[in-house]
């Protein structure tokens, strides 16, 4: 049987993958024959699917339409805040995929991406595709990062990440420790009170609560151009609410004012039933709730071998140095949703100047050639810093900085 082809890959179908979709089908591209998109989940709505009950639109964070959806006549502007995020988001982004005819493929897993030659392999659970470009979209929600501390291992109680959490209720009644700085953690914090019997918070370095009720741009900048710095240079990415603060909200000022959100520095160890602090002290602990963020989901591009010895990938002009045909999309500080959106216009510029007017690779008839060292790229064209590819903008996205603002609060 003859393998799959098309240009362009395209993996994941959160804002980030949908966005790219939207763009390239604007300068021409077709979904479903130029370029597919696959995902893993069972239905649509990204990683929002997965989201704990009680989270609500706008909350906390501001979630931004993706391109062309007003034109739908829908916004999270006006969407309802009274319901789970996880099914308003998931409700629009099928309309959405409805609507400009993306064809998502689903439930499709990437297990690795292939190097062979001047083409690129995607292995998936439905079976090869060749395509000469691929654009990773698969976000962080599927690597949730957990930092080791002594006695993890010991400890007896219940532990949950952000990724795994449900609900307040599944800790009714015990003294739960919360670790980590930022929204989520103190999201989780103001949910437990009145429901846990106590709750303790420990965060790495203090937390920064800024005196205005929003994120001071020049700092989110500076935030932001630290990952980015990162990223590029290939440094693993750093918080980037390690570089901002948190915006004292009226919820937030309050629960200060109650005394919830009282962060301690990190304790020295667990034990099989406490935390033990820097000083000695020991409190019984019954659950430990991890909202220490998440990285890229990027393993299954191991083959390609795009990391540096430092720990990340680097990235310039949207595509991956070590192998130009690989675009990132929705990576470091293009980790929100207006974010999602900036990447996706620029990542579909770079991926139309490289393939879009070039035919899918030819897929052989035979069994494929074993897979060669050197990387002859084909007809693929990197990607250079200005692709002059006009199509017309709809100014319907903020033309500010205001993805910063979302990016702040995306992980931990
Ligand atoms: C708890 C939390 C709250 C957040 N709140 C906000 C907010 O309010 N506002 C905001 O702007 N940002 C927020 N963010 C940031 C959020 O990450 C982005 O907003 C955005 O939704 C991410 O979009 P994405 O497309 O990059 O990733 P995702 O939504 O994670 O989509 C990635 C997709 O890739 C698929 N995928 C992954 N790996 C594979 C594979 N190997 N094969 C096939 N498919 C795969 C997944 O199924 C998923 O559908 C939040 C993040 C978190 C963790």
């Known amino acids: 049987m003859r393998d799959e082809t098309a240009s362009v890959v395209i993996i994941g179908a959160g804002q980030a993958g949908l966005s790219v979709a939207y763009y390239l089908q604007r300068l021409g591209m077709r979904a479903g024959s130029d370029f597919l998109v696959l995902d893993r989940g069972p239905g649509a709505g990204g990683a929002w699917q997965h989201r704990w009950e009680s989270l609500r639109l706008g909350s906390a964070h501001k979630v931004h339409d993706l391109p062309g959806m007003k034109t739908m006549g829908i916004s999270f502007e006006t969407a309802d805040r009274t319901r789970p995020a996880r099914d308003v988001v998931a409700e629009y982004y099928e309309q959405y995929e409805l609507h400009q005819d993306l064809r998502v493929r689903r439930p499709v897993q990437v297990s690795a991406v292939f190097d062979r030659g001047a083409d690129l392999v995607v292995r998936t659970d439905r079976g090869d595709i060749l395509a000469s470009a691929v654009v990773n979209a698969t976000g962080t929600w599927g690597a949730p990062f957990v930092p080791y501390y002594p006695g993890v291992?010991?400890?007896?109680?219940?532990q949950v990440h952000t990724a795994t959490y449900t609900?307040?209720?599944?800790?009714?009644?015990?003294?739960?420790?919360?670790?980590?700085?930022?929204?989520?953690?103190?999201?989780?914090?103001?949910?437990?009170?009145g429901v846990a019997e106590?709750?303790?918070?420990?965060?790495?370095?203090p937390v920064d609560f800024l005196d205005h009720g929003t994120l001071d741009l020049e700092d989110a900048v500076t935030a932001v151009a630290q990952q980015d710095a990162a990223a590029r240079s290939g440094r693993a990415l750093p918080s980037i609410v390690s570089g901002t603060g948190v915006p004292r909200t009226r919820r937030i000022a309050a629960g200060i004012a109650r005394g919830v959100l009282d962060a301690r520095p990190?304790?020295?160890?667990?034990?099989?039933?406490?935390?033990?602090?820097?000083?000695g002290a020991r409190e019984q602990v019954d659950a430990v709730v991890w909202a220490t963020g998440f990285?890229?989901?990027?393993?299954?591009?191991?083959?390609?071998k795009l990391h540096e010895k430092e720990g990340g990938i680097v990235v310039a002009t949207g595509a991956a140095q070590r192998d130009p045909?690989?675009?990132?999309?929705?990576?470091?500080?293009?980790?929100?949703?207006?974010?999602a959106n900036r990447s996706g216009r620029i990542v579909a510029r770079q991926v139309y100047a490289a393939v879009g007017d070039r035919p899918a690779p030819v897929a052989p008839a035979a069994p494929p050639p074993a897979p060669q060292p050197a990387r002859a790229?084909?007809?693929?064209?990197?990607?250079?810093?200005?692709?002059?590819?006009?199509?017309?903008?709809?100014q319907e996205e903020p033309q500010d900085g205001v993805s910063i603002l979302a990016r702040f609060f995306a992980d931990d």
């Open 153 to 158: 291992l010991d400890f007896r109680g219940k």
């Open 167 to 193: 609900s307040a209720e599944d800790f009714r009644g015990q003294r739960v420790l919360v670790v980590g700085g930022g929204t989520s953690a103190i999201g989780f914090l103001l949910e437990l009170e």
């Open 198 to 205: 106590k709750t303790l918070w420990a965060t790495r370095r």
């Open 266 to 279: 990190m304790f020295a160890r667990l034990e099989s039933a406490a935390v033990v602090w820097p000083d």
């Open 295 to 304: 990285r890229p989901d990027v393993r299954h591009l191991s083959p390609l």
């Open 325 to 339: 045909r690989i675009f990132f999309a929705g990576y470091g500080p293009m980790a929100s949703t207006i974010g």
């Open 377 to 394: 790229r084909g007809s693929f064209r990197p990607a250079t810093s200005e692709v002059p590819i006009p199509f017309k903008e709809q």
